[in-house]
């Protein structure tokens, strides 16, 4: 009936991928780690360790690709990792004026969009940091691109999943600029 051979193949697989599952969870964590604190850093405005933190998690995700191109089954943590780092580099971006692409920083376009709907809560706490110090033309300018952002996302036919959840809240993180503008103001 069944090859037996076969069967010895698969044991073989799935005894491989058993043992490299620690091995992506532990990567994902390093991943989240690097990439939380070059948020972290952009918000102090050191982009020197920011783009060291960014450096290091690029160099962890290149490890982990070959094994997952083989193992597609151990993507799970490795997404949510790679979705932070996604947003790290659109922050950097943001801070640098060096906005990427999703073709840039080697992500998939949901990945992207997932990213870039996050990216809004970082440029919001951004904004309460300028507005602490009166910097109204800053507070402005991350305004005006989370409405971008916004903008952008609306043009997509989202379904009710995770990335429709995170465009619904950029509208509050709009709001909440908006509202800093607006004290700005008196």
């Known amino acids: 009936m069944i090859d037996q051979k076969h069967i010895k193949d698969m044991e073989t697989y799935v005894k491989e991928e058993d043992s ?28 020197k360790e920011a783009k060291k933190s960014i450096d290091s998690a690029l160099l962890t995700i290149k490890k982990c690709k070959p094994i997952l191109q083989k193992h597609p089954h151990l993507k799970g943590s ?18 640098t004026d060096k ?39 800053e507070v402005q300018k991350i305004r005006d691109l989370i409405h971008d952002i916004q903008g952008i996302l609306i043009k997509f036919d989202l379904r009710n999943g995770d990335l429709r959840k995170k465009a619904d809240a950029i509208k509050w993180n709009l709001n909440k600029v908006e509202e800093l503008l607006y004290d700005l103001k008196k």
Do not use: M, W
């Open 20 to 47: 490299l599952r620690e091995d992506i969870i532990a990567n994902s964590r390093l991943i989240l780690k690097d990439s939380k604190s070059a948020i972290y850093s952009l918000h102090r405005k050191d982009q």
């Open 99 to 137: 906005f990427p692409s999703y073709k840039d920083i080697d992500v998939d376009p949901i990945v992207y969009l997932q990213a870039l709907s996050d990216l809004t809560g970082e440029l919001s706490r951004k904004a309460v940091l300028e507005a602490t110090v009166k910097n109204k033309k």
């Open 78 to 95: 490795f997404e949510n990792a790679l979705e932070e780092y996604a947003e790290a580099c659109l922050f950097y971006g943001y801070v």
